[in-house]
C-alpha cells in the first residue's frame, strides 16, 4: 500500500528548488496550474509513496 506525501513552500521557485533535491535523479513531473504541482514516486519511512510539492501565493 502506498502514501501520499503533500508539502508547500512559500515561493514557487523554492518548491522546485527542493523538487530538484528530493525527487530520485532529479526525475519529477510537474502539473502547470496557478501555482506548480511537482510529482514523483519514492518511498517514505520503507513504504512507497507518491509525493507531492506545491506552493502558495501571496503572504504565508
Known amino acids: 500500500m502506498s502514501c501520499s506525501?503533500?508539502?508547500v513552500?512559500?515561493?514557487p521557485s523554492l518548491a522546485?528548488?527542493?523538487?530538484?533535491y528530493?525527487?530520485?535523479g532529479g526525475k519529477y513531473d510537474t502539473?502547470?496550474?496557478d501555482t506548480p504541482v511537482h510529482t514523483w514516486s519514492?518511498?517514505?519511512?520503507?513504504?512507497p509513496a507518491k509525493f507531492k510539492f506545491t506552493s502558495v501565493k501571496g503572504k504565508v
Open 31 to 33: 502539473y502547470r496550474a
Open 9 to 11: 513552500a512559500e515561493k
Open 22 to 24: 528530493l525527487a530520485p
Open 42 to 47: 519514492s518511498a517514505f519511512r520503507g513504504q
Open 16 to 20: 522546485e528548488a527542493i523538487t530538484k
Open 5 to 7: 506525501v503533500l508539502m
